[in-house]
């Protein structure tokens, strides 16, 4: 499996695009949704947000790789778990940087009756450029969790597990991907991301395992 620039262009593109159509159009709609019905999906997506934390996955990638390596040896199972706790890693370290370069907050500004929505990296253009990284700084040390919204860190873990499995394992693709949908929908269910967050996820995940796949390829394919 091969994926071009073009591709990885196209691809981001369609979901930049995506992104700033769910930002300006749907993105309040549907939180505001989810915060009216807290009672009817919250312990739903409470639930289901468990599946996309990557200490899961990058502990199977560990103990797999160890056992493969060390003790059952296996090139290409030990390859493959290898290539599972690099997209974790990868993907995750992209996603935290995002949260605090952007640093959005989560829908959790509608509640009580509040209207704060948006980016801190959008907001102060009255301020000097120092101050302005100043009141971020500050914000986000003050706030960690409030504010770091935008991607969606579960929604990167589970379509970097997606992409994972359909690399290797592409036989029941549009099975994963309904799974994978269910699951990185959750974080709505819980008012915990926007949409645009998820759809953020969905493209750094994706894009992080076919960038570690990318490099990986010769090594994944030889010993197949």
């Known amino acids: ?63 797999g790789f160890t056992y493969f390596n060390y003790y059952k040896k296996d090139e290409l199972l030990k390859q493959q778990f290898l290539f599972l706790l690099y997209i974790n890693i990868f993907s995750g370290l992209i996603s935290l940087v995002s949260k605090f370069i952007f640093g959005r907050i989560r829908p959790w500004g509608f509640r009580d009756n509040g209207d704060e929505f948006g980016f801190l990296l959008f907001q102060n253009f009255d301020i000097g450029v120092i101050e302005k ?42 099975l994963w991907l309904g799974i994978s ?13 926007f949409l645009s967050d998820i759809l953020a996820g969905v493209l750094v995940g994706t894009l992080s395992t076919l960038f570690i796949y990318s490099k990986m390829r010769k090594k994944l394919e030889k010993v197949i």
């Open 1 to 63: 499996m091969t994926f071009s620039p073009k591709h990885f262009f196209y691809y981001t593109l369609f979901f930049v695009a995506l992104i700033l159509f769910s930002y300006f159009f749907l993105d309040k709609t549907i939180a505001h949704y989810f915060l009216s019905h807290v009672d009817s999906y919250e312990v739903i997506g409470d639930f289901l947000s468990k599946f996309g934390e990557s200490h899961w996955y990058i502990g199977v990638g560990i103990l």
């Open 133 to 174: 990284f100043k009141y971020q700084f500050i914000t986000l040390v003050d706030s960690p969790t409030t504010y770091t919204s935008f991607p969606s860190g579960h929604s990167t873990t589970i379509f970097a597990i997606f992409t994972y499995i359909i690399i290797l394992f592409p036989k029941y693709m549009y």
């Open 181 to 193: 949908v269910i699951l990185a929908s959750a974080r709505l269910l819980d008012n915990d991301h």
